[in-house]
């Protein structure tokens, strides 16, 4: 049986300040080691918060096309290594028949270059089209979003050190939110709970708190959303990447103000002149 792990802890340091120096307390995330092991092999190590475990082993198998359905894991095992955690994936027949062709041909034959090659290719992996929702966000909707999205970061609250991905639907505000020490764990997360939950990504919008590389574009786009808003900025081949699978990428998202890179016809708001 696993142990809880405590995703924060309390530490003392030495607090400097202008009025002097002196020993304080204060609350810290943990991070531990999480391994990803399909048929007894491990696929993946990631650097985590020690939470969510099964979402997390859900969402990931998900957003990194090693599944295309919940219902094609088999169990989920969750072990205590002390180390770190280990989470055993028991795919069903035709999803580990997939996942075992996929990992022989990534492996390649040794020096030949070819393995890395398709390494590329895999990071590089066509996104999935969200072009085709309907779904349209007003200017109100997206400060909503990271306006709420901030009420439910117990985790940041207490450290401030730990990213959150959450979930948006217009009229109903976050619906569900994950956090992580790591951005792309807290969306792969969140995944894993939409999933679990039977939402439909395509009913609203993912929102996170941290910039957008292509790998959030990625995930998003496999959850099924057409908007991914984030309080950061993108990189360029986030954008590209957007853009290509029709999604809406709105960042820089500060109260009222925030920039729409691509595909703006879904948020329904004025158009101001002379924007610098």
Do not use: W
């Amino acid at each position: 049986m696993t142990r809880q792990r405590q995703p924060i802890s309390q530490i003392s340091r030495l607090a400097h300040r202008a009025s002097g120096t002196a020993p304080a307390d204060r609350m810290v995330p943990e991070e531990t080691p999480v391994a990803f092991s399909f048929a007894g092999t491990t696929h993946a190590v990631m650097m985590a918060s020690p939470a969510d475990f099964e979402d997390f082993a859900l969402g990931f198998s998900l957003t990194e096309g090693i599944i295309a359905q919940p219902d094609e894991i088999e169990a989920i095992e969750v072990e205590d290594h002390r180390a770190g955690i280990d989470i055993q994936i028991r795919l069903k027949d035709t999803a580990n028949t997939r996942f075992e062709a996929r990992r022989r041909r990534l492996a390649g034959p040794v020096g030949c270059g070819l393995c890395g090659i398709e390494s590329i290719e895999e990071a590089m992996r066509s996104v999935d089209a969200v072009g085709a929702s309907k779904l349209t966000l007003d200017a109100d909707d997206i400060a909503a979003s990271v306006k709420l999205l901030s009420k439910v970061q117990p985790l940041h609250s207490e450290t401030g050190a730990v990213h959150a991905a959450g979930f948006y639907v217009p009229g109903k505000g976050i619906v569900m939110a994950r956090e992580d020490v790591g951005r792309h764990n807290a969306l792969d997360k969140l995944a894993g709970a939409l999933a679990k939950a039977g939402i439909d990504g395509a009913s609203g919008a993912v929102v996170v708190t941290s910039r957008v590389s292509v790998e959030m574009v990625q995930k998003a786009a496999s959850i099924g959303s057409a908007f991914i808003i984030a309080v950061s900025a993108p990189t360029a081949l986030a954008i590209r990447t957007a853009q290509e699978a029709g999604m809406t990428l709105v960042a820089l998202v500060r109260g009222d103000d925030f920039d729409i890179f691509t595909h703006p016809d879904r948020v329904v708001c004025g158009v101001a002149k002379h924007v610098a």
